[in-house]
């Protein structure tokens, strides 16, 4: 049974730094397009960012572009998401996700494109 987990949430202030991690087992991410999305309470699921299987493609949301940064290493078979400069409203759940074909460019990276595997998430509270 594959899975994926989400790691490296936590209480940061406002202008501080995080990054999570999204470790895969039972699957290989290199047969997929990744995503990060995020849910704060009361709102939609948001895709935030996204790499296409064929790598590509890459997409982040106006809201976090040039402060998220996405990677993957294939070695360690782990997807990454720094987050920079981050911001009260950056407080959500962040859930990474799995799709084949998924997101390919555009924008497609929305959480009803990935149904395959999704993480159990893992949170970022970011306090002024």
């Known amino acids: 049974q594959a899975q994926l987990v989400e790691s490296g949430g936590g209480l940061v202030q406002a202008g501080g730094s995080l990054r999570l991690s999204c470790t895969a087992s039972g699957l290989i991410f290199d047969e997929y397009s990744v995503g990060w999305f995020r849910q704060a309470p009361g709102k939609e699921r948001e895709g935030i960012s996204c790499?296409?299987?064929?790598?590509?493609?890459?997409y982040y949301a106006d809201s976090v572009k040039g402060r998220f940064t996405i990677s993957i290493d294939d070695a360690k078979n782990t997807l990454y998401l720094r987050l920079n400069s981050l911001k009260p409203e950056d407080t959500a759940t962040y859930y990474c996700?799995?799709?084949?074909?998924?997101?390919?460019?555009?924008?497609?990276?929305?959480?009803?494109?990935?149904?395959?595997?999704w993480g159990q998430g893992t949170q970022v509270t970011v306090s002024s």
């Open positions: 790499i296409s299987h064929d790598r590509d493609s890459t």
């Open positions: 996700a799995v799709e084949f074909p998924g997101y390919r460019n555009g924008d497609e990276c929305q959480s009803n494109v990935f149904n395959r595997y």
